[in-house]
């Protein structure tokens, strides 16, 4: 009986166990912690890669600024188009006497209420010669879009079928107003935009390549905080012949064909 006890007491395999187990238990955890590492030091690298990408593409469409070629068609009684030092997208004939400015975002409700009331009166103004428009397309409201951008994306394609034709951009910018979106939702798809596109007579594939990539989207953001940096905080904002029209002119905004009689007043 005494062997038995004095085994039990002087064999040091209970404490190899206990090491072993003890042993097991930190290896484990190492191995977790390794393991949890591993995935964050992935994470972050994916978060890199995802920043740079980004950053590339920016880089990449802030050195892309859009032209609108001479030889581009021309719309009716010679009109064409050209991008103004301001990033505008101009629509008229050179000898124009006046010059519209329309300061807007494709996702602004109240835009789209300025151009159902003056749209058409703007395309006759420019096809008859007496103005040239000056669509100054922006970003302002990209947050309510839900993250999707719709705002940037919308002003991105604005440069994307005024380069290809200018002579159908006022068609393709009233079509776009028609189909608007409402704010807190995540705006037409490219797909959409490109539907309506086409639809405007634009059947080229480059310009729906232009579209899905962004191609303008550098441009549109310097644009975007050029127009902030000059004061402007509110779309629309109408200039004609360089003096703003009263953001409470209701009647010259928003009625029908209300801005005919300030356009004619001064062509004189």
Not at 39 to 44: D, G, N, Q, Y
Request: aromatic share 4%; hydrophobic share 40%; proline share 4%.
């Amino acid at each position: 009986m005494k062997g038995v006890v004095s085994k039990v007491s002087n064999n040091p395999r209970g404490k190899n166990s206990l090491a072993a187990v003890k042993g097991t238990d930190r290896t484990r955890t190492i191995l977790i912690q390794v393991g949890v590492a591993v995935v964050l030091l992935a994470l972050i690298a994916a978060i890199g890669i995802s920043i740079a990408v980004k950053h590339s593409k920016k880089t990449s469409d802030a050195n892309a600024r859009p032209t609108i070629a001479a030889t581009a068609p021309t719309g009716p009684g010679g009109v064409a188009g050209s991008i103004t030092s301001n990033g505008s997208i101009r629509i008229g004939k050179p000898d124009a006497k006046v010059t519209v400015r329309v300061v807007a975002d494709l996702q602004c409700p109240v835009c789209q209420g300025f151009e159902a009331a003056n749209g058409q009166t703007l395309e006759d103004e420019v096809n008859n010669g007496t103005a040239a428009v000056e669509y100054n397309l922006i970003a302002f409201l990209d947050e309510s879009s839900m993250g999707a951008r719709y705002s940037s994306r919308a002003a991105n394609a604005a440069y994307c079928v005024a380069t290809a034709d200018p002579s159908k951009f006022q068609n393709w910018v009233a079509s776009m107003y028609q189909q608007q979106p409402q704010e807190g939702t995540t705006g037409l798809p490219d797909s959409k935009i490109i539907q309506i596109t086409t639809a405007a007579g634009y059947t080229d594939p480059s310009v729906a390549q232009c579209i899905t990539s962004d191609k303008y989207d550098g441009f549109v953001q310097k644009t975007t905080q050029e127009v902030i940096n000059s004061g402007i905080h509110a779309t629309p904002t109408v200039f004609v012949n360089g003096k703003q029209v009263d953001s409470n002119d209701r009647a010259t905004l928003f009625n029908p064909g209300g801005i005919k009689a300030t356009i004619e007043a001064a062509a004189k």
